[in-house]
Each structure stands twice: as structure tokens, then as C-alpha cells.
T-cell receptor
Framework: KNQVEQSPQSLIILEGKNCTLQ??????????LRWYKQDTGRGPVSLTI?????NTKSNRRYTATLDADTKQSSLHITASQLSDSASYIC????????????FGKGNQVVVIP | NAGVTQTPKFQVLKTGQSMTLQCAQD?????MSWYRQDPGMGLRLIHY???????DQGEVPNGYNVSRSTTEDFPLRLLSAAPSQTSVYFC?????????????FGPGTRLTVL
């Protein structure tokens, strides 16, 4: 069964500090991996997509990495801001379609001043 | 562009009642889908549609019906509500069914079944 495991489940960080979120997956066949940000009471919003050949991709203060050999991805948040408080969801595509996605449970991040 | 809109935002039902959750998008997207999000679980696919007139079941379709008569609208019908259907429901759309195309999510409908 395709599975996506995220860690830590939740964390609290001080404003201005960095943090790294982990995503391990057992999905086959692998097509791509996407990180979403979900603010409380809102729908998820895509941050970045990683394909098999990509190792690192940045989007403002968010940097995603992918190691397709070990089936691991990380999302690094640099110089955190209060607006980074959210759930970050790792989603892995097992094949071509958006109907073949495996969702992680999310990393809950709380940034405190 | 309003993006993906959902109504209502909140709803309380009694067991056995039926209702329709509305979803609309103004981006001319072919692909639309419905998910439910429960505490401690990842999003789960209920139904999806690759275009007007075409729908298919996702991972957890029991107790739900959908139709897609237009490109813009994709309503989700609860036939006879049960407490197990208490959840937050998200509608999403993407340009087509390829997973390389980002899905845009609506703001969600929080449903409580008593």
C-alpha cells in the first residue's frame, strides 16, 4: 500500500529560526512529490513540486529536497515568520493522475514571537 | 478570478438527512475532485471528474454521489447523513488530470452530523 509518513507531527519554533520537516514515502510507481501549506480553516496551497530528476528547489524561504533513492523529501523553512504557522502536507503521486495521490498527515508548525 | 468556491462554509445535519455541498470554479479546469479531511488522517479522495459528464469513484465513495453537468460545477450529495460523515470537505480543481498540474483547493465545508 502506498504510504507517506511525515515527521515531526508537530513543532514549535521561535520567530526567525529555521526548521526542517521530513517526508518518507513508499509509493510506486513514483511520479512526483508536492508540498502543500494549509493555514488553519483554509484549503491547502501548493508550495512546490519535485520530480524524479530534481534534488533541490526553492520558493522564497521554503527549500524542498528530494532523494528518490532513499524515498525521502524535506522542506526547510528559513528565518521563520508568524505567517509560517500552518500544517505542511507532503503529497506523492503514484502514477499519472491527480486521482492517484498519497497524502501525508501533515507537519503542524507553530511559530511563536 | 474567484478560484474555487464552496458553499456552505458550515453545516449541521441530523442523521438520515440529505444535503448537497456546492463547488464551483471559474478557471475552466477540466479536472475536479472532492476530498474529506479528518483529524489525524491525510486527505482522502471521495469522487473525481475528468470533464463534464464524466465522474468516477475515489478511495471513500460510499454514501456520496456526484454529477458534473457543466465544467464549472461539481456538487457533492450526501444521500442519508451518518455521524461517520462528520468531517471537513474540500473541493479542488486542476487544469487536467495530470498530477503535474497543481490542484487548487476551495476553502472547505465543515460538516457535523448529529
Amino acid at each position: 500500500k502506498n504510504q507517506v509518513e511525515q515527521s515531526p507531527q508537530s513543532l514549535i519554533i521561535l520567530e526567525g529560526k529555521n526548521c526542517t520537516l521530513q517526508c518518507n514515502y513508499t509509493v510506486s510507481p513514483f511520479s512526483n512529490l508536492r508540498w502543500y501549506k494549509q493555514d488553519t480553516g483554509r484549503g491547502p496551497v501548493s508550495l512546490t513540486i519535485m520530480t524524479f530528476s530534481e534534488n533541490t528547489k526553492s520558493n522564497r524561504r521554503y527549500t524542498a529536497t528530494l532523494d528518490a533513492d532513499t524515498k525521502q523529501s524535506s522542506l526547510h523553512i528559513t528565518a521563520s515568520q508568524l505567517s509560517d504557522s500552518a500544517s505542511y502536507i507532503c503529497v506523492v503521486s503514484a502514477g499519472y493522475g491527480n486521482n492517484r495521490l498519497a497524502f501525508g498527515k501533515g507537519n503542524q508548525v507553530v511559530v511563536i514571537p | 478570478n474567484a478560484g474555487v468556491t464552496q458553499t456552505p462554509k458550515f453545516q449541521v445535519l441530523k442523521t438520515g438527512q440529505s444535503m448537497t455541498l456546492q463547488c464551483a470554479q471559474d478557471m475552466n479546469h477540466e479536472y475536479m475532485s472532492w476530498y474529506r479531511q479528518d483529524p489525524g488522517m491525510g486527505l482522502r479522495l471521495i469522487h473525481y471528474s475528468v470533464g463534464a459528464g464524466i465522474t468516477d469513484q475515489g478511495e471513500v465513495p460510499n454514501g456520496y454521489n456526484v454529477s458534473r453537468s457543466t465544467t464549472e460545477d461539481f456538487p457533492l450529495r450526501l444521500l442519508s447523513a451518518a455521524p461517520s460523515q462528520t468531517s471537513v470537505y474540500f473541493c479542488a480543481s486542476s487544469r487536467d488530470s495530470s498530477s503535474y498540474n497543481e490542484q487548487f483547493f476551495g476553502p472547505g465545508t465543515r460538516l457535523t452530523v448529529l
